[in-house]
């Protein structure tokens, strides 16, 4: 499950939009599409944003996606995978 740092990163981008005037997620966790792009961009994974948008992926459900659940949605690369899950770690 993408818990722990995904979570953060999720957090972090949520507050760092609204800090900056954009629009945080609502109390029932919901999120724009756009803030889903910004944070794919953010992570540098931009290239994903399209198939998010087509399985309907929110900051609602980002943190319940498993490793499987990104590779089918066409997440092929497991470092890209890692990225998003929150796991890349510092060699």
């Known amino acids: 499950m993408l818990v722990g740092v995904s979570a953060y990163h999720i957090a972090d981008f949520s507050d760092?939009?609204?800090?900056?005037?954009?629009m945080k997620p609502d109390n029932s966790g919901a999120a724009s599409m756009q803030q889903i792009v910004d944070w794919l961009e953010?992570?540098?994974?931009?290239?994903?944003?399209?198939?998010?948008?087509?399985?309907?992926?929110?900051?609602?459900?980002?943190?319940?996606?498993?490793?499987?659940?990104?590779?089918?949605?066409?997440?092929?690369?497991?470092g890209h995978r890692r990225l998003?899950?929150?796991?890349?770690?510092?060699?």
């Open 16 to 22: 760092k939009v609204a800090s900056a005037g954009g």
């Open 42 to 78: 953010k992570l540098s994974l931009g290239q994903y944003a399209q198939r998010f948008a087509e399985n309907d992926i929110s900051f609602v459900i980002l943190p319940d996606l498993t490793d499987q659940d990104l590779e089918k949605i066409g997440v092929a690369s497991l």
């Open 84 to 91: 998003a899950a929150g796991d890349s770690r510092t060699p």
